[in-house]
């Protein structure tokens, strides 16, 4: 490193950090300057080790090997509270803080002056933290409670809090993953005002989009290997996927024609005051019907509803034309219909029970005939599906809590694939999932058409659903506001009817 | 078979490397509780001869055998997510009422009936309000305990209700060498064994415990099986009342009073999980007899009362923090 002048000395130098957890290697010999005023971009798989060095950044793990320096001057970040005083901030994805305290209070955490006895400067406090929000541009009132504050306020309050000790360094974890565009829209717009001060942003997201739009350069990382570092300007779309996953990106983006068949399920007028109302749609075998909209149009209280989790109050559904009742989700398994949940840590897993018994968990008649579980057969069952669907994994009796994210979501397949489901419902299916991953996600889901069944595919990811359904159902504030042919099905046609108050506010029968 | 056990070659950031045998054998709580075991054998045997006598051993168990019989469904119950500190109160409530009955002139068959009636009533009103009316069950079995303990003090008042002298002593009734009591509890042990370890619907107890949404989501019908495991508790905590009021001769509203810490305590110093999911019949198999044994080594060790009690309280507190130690080291 040769020391020029000071403007053009880099903020930070990261050189050869590597970190080990419980022996296996995380990171490995990782070189990173980041410039003063630059956006920079962490890209990669998950578990590629972007999220790991971000956090030895912001001290909230320690490097194995490795040192840092910042501002030329070598740096020990021994704890958030260290790398908070150098001037460094982390701003959590989903901000952790104390729900009853005030705004105001939640923004000097950690900053108390004085002895324990100190009094507490509450005017000053409240007078601090609205000149904050107001340099942020942003109208929270800061003497109200945390709780009820959206998610993107949250995160406005942590931005505010690095303002508030002067960071010269903030590092964002995925922060738009839970944002709707026009919080994103915000979010930027303050970044790029944080970037023109002076000041260094670390942005870590998976969405390639957003990077583009946001950043000044891109680093990718693989396997816990730092692959390169450019301007984003010189990488395309595809350059960039390919340096993450170390292969060209195959075409997966597409859909088999595959011929569809009789309806087989259809729902009418279901309605759940205050959730969802009116919701009429159709699914037949073989074909993949998408459902889009925002988060918190109703879309997964539909799902949960259709599948007997939090029944509606009115309407009904019929499966292969009959109707039917479905009270609870056993009910709807009988039926033949699966549902693979967005959230899988709290409705999928069983996570300190074996991956065997969390692939056998719906199909318990399979694996004991007559009440007795049979060893042999449950395990020739889990391991067919782990074959079949390629989950990596050490052994079947492992707490499936050991495994990546991506082959907990295999397993929770597995086990609706088992119940030979005529209608399968996906709810997210691909969130948090690696994009190789991703890609052998689309090829199973596209098979599981072509064989016939019946798939309703929740998905907050345009791309994923054009490229992926023969149509799209669109949901906004509880009701159906679209049914998109899928030549008729674009990004803008799809936010059009998303977003409240763009469409027509009619029902529409799907 | 290693085909199987080994489907895919994975690399070190997919999943972590399955843990060697030797730990997956050694570190887990039950064999804390056999350890455990023996060392309480080899102290109490050096305090009192009489402990490598079996047959002493067996008379002392009998003392504590009502409530392990009770204890080994309060496993079941705490894996599958909840608990119920009602069954002393349920075994001195259908006892009584079983007492009064037959005291009343009713034939000894239809008494004993109405004990084991009164006792499945009150498991179900704890289901109810567990289940249906959605109250955290330790909230519902806290009230129930005071409940069921005050019926029966307004019922028996403070006399001791007579049973027949044909009816009194079944400890000391011996099959093959071994009182009866003892025998119902192992046939209990090996039956509950069984099905909490190689049935579906052992299977799903605790996966009812591990994650209840997600069980649900399973198709798994966690409130019948929920209903099920406190109508057993009633059930059984009745018939143990029942074999109670055998041993002692007479009823009183106070019968076991207490007995629901020792049934806690021989589940959590078996190894049962207090948060539900995790545990075996196998430990708290063990951990009666552990029990059993260091409270009449106490005992023999002339003890204070007050001294034991003290002990009792520390292994409680040792064997939560040991069974937490050792589900966080392997949970990772």
Redesign the interface.
């Known amino acids: 490193m040769t020391d020029t002048s000071t403007s053009d000395r880099p903020l930070l130098a990261a050189r050869g950090i590597s970190k080990s957890f419980?022996g296996?290697?995380?990171l490995r010999d990782v070189d990173l300057d980041l410039r003063r005023g630059e956006i920079h971009a962490l890209l990669g798989e998950n578990?590629a080790g972007k999220s790991t060095f971000a956090k030895i950044v912001a001290g909230v793990h320690r490097p194995t090997r490795g040192t840092l320096t910042l501002n030329g001057m070598p740096v020990e970040v021994t704890s958030p509270i260290v790398a908070q005083s150098l001037g460094i901030t982390l701003i959590h994805q989903e901000p952790i803080s104390f729900p009853d305290l005030s705004v105001a209070e939640n923004l000097v955490l950690g900053r108390a002056d004085g002895g324990w006895l100190a009094r507490v400067p509450w005017a000053e406090m409240t007078r601090d933290a609205r000149r904050l929000m107001d340099l942020l541009g942003v109208r929270i009132d800061v003497t109200r409670p945390m709780r009820g504050l959206s998610i993107a306020d949250q995160q406005m309050v942590e931005i505010a809090r690095a303002l508030a000790s002067d960071s010269r360094l903030i590092i964002m974890d995925e922060p738009t993953a839970p944002l709707t565009p026009k919080e994103v829209e915000t979010l930027f717009a303050i970044a790029r005002r944080l970037r023109d001060e002076g000041r260094t942003i670390i942005f870590i997201s998976h969405r390639l989009e957003e990077v583009r739009a946001l950043c000044d350069r891109v680093t990718i990382f693989r396997?816990?290997n730092k692959i390169a570092t450019e301007d984003i300007g010189t990488l395309t779309d595809a350059d960039i996927i390919r340096l993450m996953i170390g292969r060209p990106l195959r075409e997966y983006m597409h859909k088999q024609g595959t011929t569809i068949g009789d309806v087989a399920l259809e729902v009418e007028n279901l309605t759940l005051p205050g959730v969802f109302s009116d919701i009429s749609l159709t699914v037949r075998k073989g074909e993949m019907v998408g459902l889009g909209g925002l988060v918190g149009a109703g879309r997964t209280d539909v799902a949960r509803a259709i599948?007997g989790?939090a029944p509606a109050a009115s309407g009904t559904i019929k499966v292969n034309g009959k109707p039917v009742t479905i009270a609870?989700?056993?009910a709807?398994?009988?039926l033949g219909l699966a549902?693979v949940?967005e959230d899988r840590a709290?409705?999928?897993?069983?996570?300190?029970?074996p991956v065997e018994?969390n692939i056998t968990?719906?199909v318990?008649g399979k694996?004991?005939p007559g009440?007795?579980?049979r060893g042999a057969v449950e395990?020739?069952l889990a391991?067919d599906s782990?074959?079949k669907l390629?989950?990596?994994?050490?052994?079947?009796?492992?707490?499936i809590?050991?495994?990546?994210g991506g082959?907990q979501q295999k397993a929770i397949l597995a086990?609706w694939l088992l119940t030979d489901p005529t209608v399968l419902i996906l709810d997210e299916p691909t969130r948090g999932i690696d994009i190789g991953v991703k890609a052998e996600f689309y090829d199973m889901i596209g098979e599981l058409a072509a064989s016939g069944r019946a798939i309703l595919l929740i998905s907050s990811e345009l791309p994923e659903l054009l490229a992926l359904c023969d149509r799209v159902l669109v949901m906004s504030e509880g009701r159906l506001t679209a049914n998109l042919s899928r030549a008729e099905a674009t990004q803008e046609s799809i936010m059009h009817a998303a977003v409240p108050g763009a469409a027509s506010r009619q029902g529409v029968a799907a | 078979m290693s085909a199987?056990?080994?489907?895919?070659v994975?690399?070190?950031?997919?999943?972590?490397?399955?843990r060697p045998l030797w730990q997956v054998i050694v570190i887990r709580p039950e064999t804390m509780t056999l350890v455990l075991l023996i060392l309480a054998l080899f102290g109490a045997s050096l305090l009192s001869p009489y402990f490598l006598d079996f047959g002493y051993i067996l008379r002392s168990f009998t003392l504590s055998a009502e409530f392990a019989m009770v204890a080994l469904v309060l496993t079941m119950v705490i894996i599958a997510g909840e608990i119920d500190l009602s069954p002393a109160a349920n075994m001195a409530l259908s006892a009584c009422l079983f007492a009064f009955a037959q005291q009343a002139g009713i034939p000894m068959p239809i008494a004993i009936g109405i004990g084991l009636v009164a006792g499945l009533v009150m498991g179900a009103i704890n289901a109810i309000m567990v289940i249906r009316l959605q109250i955290p069950s330790i909230i519902v079995t806290i009230g129930t305990l005071t409940l069921y303990r005050g019926i029966a003090q307004v019922i028996a008042g403070d006399k001791s209700i007579r049973v027949p002298e044909w009816f009194i002593g079944v400890n000391n009734v011996l099959m093959a060498g071994i009182p009866v009591p003892v025998i119902i509890f192992l046939v209990m042990s090996i039956v509950l064994g069984l099905v909490l370890g190689?049935?579906?619907?052992g299977?799903?107890i605790?996966?009812i415990g591990?994650?209840e949404?997600?069980?649900?989501?399973?198709?798994?019908?966690s409130q019948r099986i929920k209903m099920g495991l406190f109508l057993l508790m009633g059930l059984v905590s009745a018939a143990a009342g029942i074999l109670t009021a055998s041993r002692l001769g007479s009823v009183r509203y106070d019968l076991g009073l207490g007995g629901e810490l020792q049934m806690v305590l021989m589940a959590m110093l078996g190894g049962t999980y207090i948060f539900g999911?995790?545990g075996t019949i196998l430990g708290t198999f063990l951990a009666a007899w552990l029990l059993v044994i260091v409270s009449t080594g106490m005992t023999v060790a002339n003890v204070l009362p007050a001294v034991q009690l003290v002990v009792l309280g520390v292994l409680l507190v040792v064997s939560i923090i040991a069974t937490n130690a050792i589900?966080s080291r392997?949970?990772?």
Do not use: C, M, W
């Not at chain 1, 390629?390 to 707490?399: E, G, N, V």
């Open positions: 419980a296996v290697e995380v578990g396997d816990g599948f989790v609870s989700p056993d709807a398994i009988a549902f949940p709290v409705a999928g897993i069983f996570r300190t029970l018994q968990a719906a318990p694996i004991a009440g007795f579980i395990k020739a391991s782990v074959n390629r989950i990596r994994l050490a052994s079947l009796r492992q707490p809590g050991e495994l990546s082959n086990r | 199987i056990e080994n489907p895919v994975v690399s070190a950031r997919e999943a972590a490397p399955p190689t049935t579906i619907f299977r799903q605790y996966q591990t994650n949404v997600a069980a649900r989501h399973a198709g798994i019908r999911g995790r589900y392997t949970q990772r």
